[in-house]
């Protein structure tokens, strides 16, 4: 288990910008990911060292995207003036989570410009419709040379820290973790919330570059 990806709604300026800004600031490239036809939308990949990314996502004008809890997510906080709305953690084995937690699994698939198809499965309707504080739960398909972050330079900007509005003990409930779990991986800050767990989520991300170190 590890963070896979976290994942940036286009703002105003559009999905091109947004992804060049974000990748000036990072001093990463920038690789066009391509549509979700399930879920209405399409991303640009901000590949990091270390297995993770950033995602960077647009809604599109197609009625999939209203019916889709993920384009209805990144629809949201764009209309928020864009900004993070989602973090997702890598798991083995979906199925266990789905039986314990009760939820769907949902299958998703994109194919990047250079036709290669990636697929992968996962659970998050709560994490994007009721309580963003929870990660999405991803497992993907195919070879690990196929992950969005083998596209990364080597030696390249890492994450290392999330903030997220919310309360420890419920996301190590979501994720069937010990009280006394903790990691060294990623450093995780929390802010307190008061009202509904649609407050909560994904605040600031920090990342470690070659230039310093940058929080967004």
Same mark, same amino acid.
């Given at each position: 288990?590890?963070?896979? *990806?976290? #994942? ?8 091109? =910008? ?17 549509? *979700? ?12 060292? &270390?297995?993770?990314?950033? &995602?960077?996502? $647009?809604?599109?004008? *197609?009625?999939?995207? /209203? ?8 629809? +949201?906080?764009? =209309? ?11 798991? /083995? ?8 937690? #009760? =939820? $769907?699994? &949902? $299958? #998703? ?32 398909? #195919?070879?690990?040379?196929? *992950? ?59 990342? +470690? ?5 940058? &929080?967004?």
């Amino acid at each position: 288990m590890r963070v896979d *990806h976290v #994942g940036f709604a286009a703002g105003p300026q559009g999905l091109s =910008e947004t992804a060049r800004s974000l990748a000036a600031r990072l001093g990463v490239r920038v690789v066009d990911g391509g549509p *979700h036809p399930r879920f209405g939308t399409r991303n640009v990949v901000l590949p990091l060292s &270390e297995g993770t990314y950033v &995602e960077v996502v $647009e809604v599109l004008d *197609h009625p999939v995207a /209203d019916k889709a809890l993920f384009g209805r997510a990144v629809r +949201e906080r764009t =209309e928020a003036g864009g900004g993070w709305f989602a973090w997702s953690v890598l798991v /083995d084995d979906l199925e266990s989570y789905r039986d314990r937690l #009760g =939820e $769907e699994i &949902e $299958e #998703g698939v994109r194919r990047r410009p250079d036709g290669v198809e990636l697929r992968w499965r996962q659970i998050g309707a709560p994490a994007l419709n009721t309580e963003p504080q929870l990660p999405l739960l991803i497992e993907w398909d #195919g070879p690990q040379t196929q *992950h969005p972050s083998a596209l990364s330079l080597a030696g390249g900007t890492r994450l290392t820290g999330l903030t997220i509005a919310g309360q420890r003990s419920r996301v190590r409930n979501w994720l069937g973790l010990p009280p006394e779990f903790s990691t060294d991986r990623v450093e995780f800050t929390w802010l307190d919330v008061v009202g509904s767990p649609r407050a909560t989520g994904l605040r600031s991300v920090t990342f +470690e570059t070659t230039r310093g170190t940058v &929080e967004i």
